[in-house]
């Protein structure tokens, strides 16, 4: 693999873990109504956009009739960008 390649993929690796990282503090950090309002927005579209996803692979997958091949950690990743995407969106909408 050229090096080039390396280092691109490791600082998309290093996003990746600074999103989770993100995440999991929005989540765990206490705050006032309009900060839990936010993150329960964020949360739960979060939940149902992966949810979908997984739905619409499954459907896919069986339509198909092919065996069912998902790599958690893309999932994984996904749901990270999709959650700080959705997070920022309702702070700015909210204000916070």
Known sequence: MPV???IFLG???LVFVA???IMLISLLKPGDERNQII???ASSFTLFATVGAKVLDVIEDFVRAQP???????QLEV???IY???LLYYKKRHGG
């Open 39 to 41: 993150v329960w927005k």
């Open 19 to 21: 999103l989770d990282i």
């Open 68 to 74: 069912m091949t998902a790599n958690p950690l893309v």
């Open 79 to 81: 749901a990270a960008i």
């Open 4 to 6: 080039f390649a390396q």
């Open 84 to 86: 700080c995407i959705a």
């Open 11 to 13: 600082a998309v690796l």
